[in-house]
Every structure is written in C-alpha cells, then in structure tokens.
C-alpha cells in the first residue's frame, strides 16, 4: 500500500459528461501528480501541483482541470468527454517539489466512457 | 518521437534466466528512475539513479546510468514470476518539472 488514495476506482460514463477524479496523498507529501495511462499513449504526465500551488503542466487537455485544496487533497475534473478520454487515471504523491524523486503512486482510476 | 525509448516492448524469458531492459533518452537526464507496473495497478518506485555511472541494487534487480547520462540498463538476475510486469523508466529533465515516462518493457517469467 503506498499511502496514496483514490476514488472512485471505477467509473463508467456517457460521451460529453463531466466526472471528478479524486486523489489523497501520503501523508506529509505536498506534491500531487496525476497522469493518463491508454494502451496507445501509455502513461502521460497531466500536471502538478505542490502545496495547492500549480507547478507544472503537461499534456493536458483544455477540458479537463485540477485542483489542490488546503487539506492536500486534488481533483481532477475531467469534463466534455469523449470515447478517447477512457483510460487509467493515476495520481501520484511526493515530498518533493521539483517534478523528481521518488513518487508513490494511487491505485488509479479507470474511466469508461461509452 | 519519444524523448525515452525502451527496449525491448516485450520480453518473455524461462525462470532462471537473466535478462536487460534499456531506457534511452534522446537528452542528458537529470534524473532516471525505474518503476515497476503490475497489469492495472498503481507504479511501484524500484531505483532512482543521478550520478552519471551510478549503478544501485534491489534485491535482484540492479540498475545503471551511463556516464554520459543518457541512457539506463536494468538488469534482473535468475528472474522469478514474481518479476514479471511492466517496466517503466521515468525521466526528469533539467530545467523542467516535468515527468516523462518511458514506452515500458513488459516482462513475462514462465515458470
């Protein structure tokens, strides 16, 4: 177990909706990760956040965003979805604030959207 | 194109066996770190490397940045099917917070 949680695991949905990924982290870390896995993309960083603070962004889409509350926890909502969106969805934690270093990953999230 | 290839996609090897899988960058690192993947779960963090000609140990598994720190070779010993999975190398490049991951390895142990 990595210290890393996630709701819900699984998620179905129809095109053009709109879901919220949740993430908490490890205890005492302050960044937060999320990140797509597809068969054909493979794992994509989405962006960062390090202490409710955006650090870095990734490959990610203008319809989806996030977010990162006092308490740590983020959210990723993803919304406007279309069959392409359905993937894992990861969320990954770390002491670090620079995108380096150990992270402990979530069991992850996986979409469907039919 | 990639900024980390790995190689090979796939590997399937008898118990027993040895075996290598490469990460490539198509930059100097900052940062190289191996991660291994069971089919749907989370990442689970195996080694981090910095230094060029680094080499670190895992239990059976053993990892190495060259020196001009662009590339990465994990090595597993008399591998098990506990081994098996999907490898993944992760990069950070200096002068971004960026996280790139590799295209992963997956590794299959008959047993």
């Known amino acids: 177990d990595s210290g890393v949680t996630q709701t819900p695991k699984h998620l179905i949905t129809a095109t053009g909706q709109r879901v919220t990924l949740r993430c908490s982290p490890r205890?005492?870390?302050?960044?937060v990760y999320w990140y797509q896995q597809s068969l054909d993309q493979g794992l994509q960083f989405l962006i960062q956040y390090y202490n409710g603070e955006e650090r870095a962004k990734g490959n990610i889409l203008e319809r989806f965003s996030a977010q990162q509350f006092p308490d740590l926890h983020s959210e990723l909502n993803l919304s406007s979805l279309e069959l392409g969106d359905s993937a894992l969805y990861f969320c990954a934690s770390s002491v670090e604030l620079q995108g380096g270093g150990e992270q402990y990953f979530g069991p992850g999230t996986r979409l469907t959207v039919t | 194109s990639q900024e980390l290839e790995q190689s090979p996609q796939s590997l399937i090897v008898q118990e027993g066996k040895n075996l290598t899988i490469n990460c490539t960058s198509s930059k100097t690192l900052y940062g190289l770190y191996w991660y291994k993947q069971k089919y749907g779960e989370g990442l689970i963090f195996l080694m981090m490397l910095q230094k060029g000609g680094e080499e670190k140990s895992h239990e059976k598994i053993t990892a190495k940045l060259d020196e001009k720190k662009q590339q990465s070779s994990l090595h597993i010993t008399a591998s098990q099917p506990s081994h098996a999975g999907i490898y993944l190398c992760g990069a950070v490049y200096s002068g971004t917070y960026k996280y790139i991951f590799g295209t992963g390895t997956r590794l299959k142990v008959l047993a």
């Open positions: 205890s005492g870390d302050l960044s």
